[in-house]
């Protein structure tokens, strides 16, 4: 039997929990959580989208983005509006406090990221990021 400690499960989880807990002392500077900074920072990238395509691009249910959304509207980071196409949608717009907050934590969040890669090659880091996405893949197929 395999020991715990060498199973991919595990070697993910206990991953993905340092770099979350090490991603939330960066994003707490500004009262945020690393899952609604990476909500306003999609924003910046395509501004007036709708909660859907949102939780479908964070890989997230409805429920989840909802909660991250109720947070950040609360902290007039966001507003949501009416889709003028269909009204059984809302999009979702980036306000200037939140894009100054995600303009003063992104350059907290490259560095973060350039930690969490330190050492690996860009050779390394390209295998690295097309398993994890394959992996990705075939869990969510």
């Given at each position: ?32 959580t690393p899952e609604q900074y990476g909500v306003l920072h999609r924003l910046t990238l395509v ?82 990021i097309r398993v994890l996405d394959r992996i990705f893949g075939n869990l969510s197929e």
């Amino acid at each position: 039997m395999e020991n715990e400690a060498d199973t991919l499960g595990f070697r993910l989880s206990r991953t993905y929990l340092a770099y979350a807990k090490a991603a939330g002392k960066v994003t707490a500077a500004e009262d945020m959580t690393p899952e609604q900074y990476g909500v306003l920072h999609r924003l910046t990238l395509v501004d007036g989208i709708s909660q859907k395509k949102l939780a479908s691009l964070h890989a997230r249910d409805q429920t989840s983005i909802s909660k991250a959304l109720d947070k950040l509207e609360q902290k007039e980071m966001i507003v949501r509006r009416a889709n003028p196409v269909d009204r059984r949608s809302v999009l979702v717009y980036l306000t200037e406090k939140g894009r100054e907050t995600v303009n003063v934590l992104t350059p907290l969040m490259q560095s973060h990221n350039g930690e969490a890669i330190e050492g690996l090659s860009e050779e390394e880091l390209n295998l690295f990021i097309r398993v994890l996405d394959r992996i990705f893949g075939n869990l969510s197929e």
